[in-house]
């Protein structure tokens, strides 16, 4: 196993375990919907810092449920901030809708984390056959190349027709995502900028940038703020 699926590997193991975490998310959700009554004292479509303190004091909820309540109270900020519920209505509290949003970001967010480890596994297991110039890199150009399109070359490469439906689906995503995963690229001599390619040309990716890839999505605030409340969940 060569440096870079080492590196790839050892980033996945970093990154956090979306089932644990989605699991996590989907039982607050749920408590919260299911005991929003409960939770919003005054009943004006708002849980507030100050009824969550309440509940506590009152140890109303038990165990596990009493952690979800702490969980609330300790992000109720940033949850509050999840949707739009108008003007000057975050600072009231946590709504109905925005627990809505926080489910759905964070699916949506696995399934962002899920490409990501799918693009790193196949542009790994096909760098060195893109690397067409064996610069150690691959570069926008080359992509563009491969994919039979524009001025680069009339056709598709034999390295895409002859992957599987699944492989060229994973290039297709490749091809797309060159400015997130790589890094600005002087084009080398002797290569033109050709139109309409003229940015995903200017773009490269390294073994180490497609290895590290799954690991900045993971980065991003949503994964913060649910490692934060399934922290408080343990």
């Not at 108008?86 to 964070?106: E, H, N, P, R």
């Not at 060229?168 to 995963?181: C, D, G, K, T, V």
Request: proline share 3%.
């Amino acid at each position: 196993m060569d440096q870079a699926e080492n590196t790839g590997k050892s980033q996945a193991a970093a990154a956090p375990n979306d089932n644990l975490h989605s699991q996590a998310v989907d039982e607050l959700y749920k408590f919260t919907v299911d005991n929003f009554r409960k939770l919003d004292h005054d009943h004006d479509g708002f849980i507030g810092k100050e009824e969550l303190d309440e509940t506590l004091k009152q140890g109303t909820f038990k165990g596990a449920d009493q952690a979800k309540v702490s969980a609330l109270r300790n992000h109720v900020d940033d949850i509050s901030a999840l949707n739009d519920d108008g003007w000057f209505t975050s600072s009231k509290g946590i709504s109905a809708q925005d627990m809505v949003k926080l489910d759905y970001l964070w699916e949506k967010q696995q399934g962002n984390v899920g490409y990501a480890e799918r693009i790193r596994d196949f542009g790994v297991a096909n760098f060195d056959k893109l690397d067409f110039d064996k610069r150690g890199q691959i570069l926008g150009y080359e992509v563009v190349a491969a994919n039979g399109d524009g001025c680069y070359a009339p056709q598709k490469h034999a390295i895409v027709t002859t992957m599987s439906a699944y492989d060229q689906y994973s290039f297709s995503l490749l091809h797309r995502n060159l400015a997130n995963i790589g890094h600005s690229q002087s084009i080398p001599d002797g290569i033109w900028m050709c139109k309409p390619y003229q940015y995903t040309t200017q773009y490269g990716i390294t073994k180490d940038e497609l290895g590290n890839y799954p690991s900045a999505v993971a980065g991003r605030p949503m994964y913060d703020l649910v490692n934060k409340l399934n922290d408080d969940l343990k």
